[in-house]
Structure formats: C-alpha cells, structure tokens
C-alpha cells in the first residue's frame, strides 16, 4: 500500500523558512521522480518542484526558483522541500506525489505577519 506522509508544515511569517518532508512506502522509492505540488481552495493544484530518480535536473514553478529546493534521500525514502524567502501568495496546502496518481494528505504552510 502505497503511502506518502507530509509534514513540516505551520505558521511563519514572511520573510521566513520551512522545511517541509513527505515520508513514502509501498512502492520503490528509487524508480521515481517525486514532485511537491500545493493549492489553495478555489483553485488547481500546482506543480511546485519536481525531483527526478535520474541526473536530470532539478525543475520549479518560476514563481519559487531561487527561494526553494527539493532534495530526497533515498536511503529514508524521505523527499524535502526547504522553502526560504516565504512570502504571502506561498500560503497554500502542499501535497508530494510520486506522479503514478498517489498522494499525501497534505501539509498546511500560512505565511502571515
């Protein structure tokens, strides 16, 4: 059973830092690029950054490239997105998938003064 756990998520003002984790099992970890997506309500979940299994490179949205990173430990199973520089309009729930239609349940990040 296929299971990714998100965590890391809270309150922090702007200006601010998170480290955001998604802990995953149930499936080979190594065989897949991991993504971190977010949304906020009325609106489509957006593809935040996205870590591949390969050397290819590492892929954000423009709105977070120079403020975040996606990294993954393979020996954890574990991918993390360390978020910097938060800003307001980074408010949102932010999910991981493994991009084969699995998700987590999602970690509220509010960036607020």
Do not use: H
């Amino acid at each position: 059973q296929v299971q990714l756990v998100e965590s890391g998520g809270g309150l922090v003002q702007p200006g601010g830092s998170l480290r955001l984790s998604c802990a995953a099992s149930g499936f080979t970890f190594t065989r897949y690029a991991m993504s971190w997506y977010r949304q906020v309500p009325g609106k489509e979940r957006e593809l935040v950054a996205t870590i591949f299994n390969t050397y290819m490179p590492t892929r954000y949205a423009p709105s977070v490239k120079g403020r975040f990173t996606i990294s993954r430990d393979n020996a954890k199973n574990t991918v993390y997105l360390q978020m910097n520089s938060l800003k307001p309009e980074d408010t949102a729930v932010y999910y991981c998938s493994n991009g084969a239609g699995d998700w987590g349940q999602g970690t509220q990040v509010t960036v607020s003064s």
